[in-house]
């Protein structure tokens, strides 16, 4: 993809600081960290959103993820790591090439998510809405 920002970093177009890379995987810092240390995971080639990722190819990425909480752990020392991964512009997602952040978590970072539990009032909601989900889930 020709401008995709993303693909651009793959190929070497723009600079990113490299953490791992393999045939299939890159991981590198994020340009704007939520908390220092956060690191990006993509597939090389160009797959958004995550439903349209090969599964052997989302396997791999998956295990790049693994390992890059592993080291933020080991390496930097972080007491947590949280995984966020963005699909659609109402989603929050800002570059449409697959991605998964890899946050390392201080017990002194000062980030908080804004995340607002709701409620379900019907409890005949959420059944109705795990059975719409279970009928379209892709075998
Ligand atoms: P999204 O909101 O799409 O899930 O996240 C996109 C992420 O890409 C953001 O965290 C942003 O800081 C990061 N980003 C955007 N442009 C660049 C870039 O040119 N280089 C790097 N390293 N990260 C970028
Ligand atoms: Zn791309």
Redesign the pocket.
Known sequence: MSDC?FCK?VAGQ?P??RVYEDDAVLA?????PIVKG?T?VIPKAHHDPLTAVPSDLLARVIEVVRRVAAAQVAGLKADGVNVHQ?NGAVA????PHV?F?VIPRFADDGHRWNWKAGRYDDPAEPAALAERIRAALPR
């Open positions: 920002i970093i723009i990113c600081t590198f810092m994020d340009i704007g956060h990006l963005s929050g997602q800002v570059v991605h952040h």
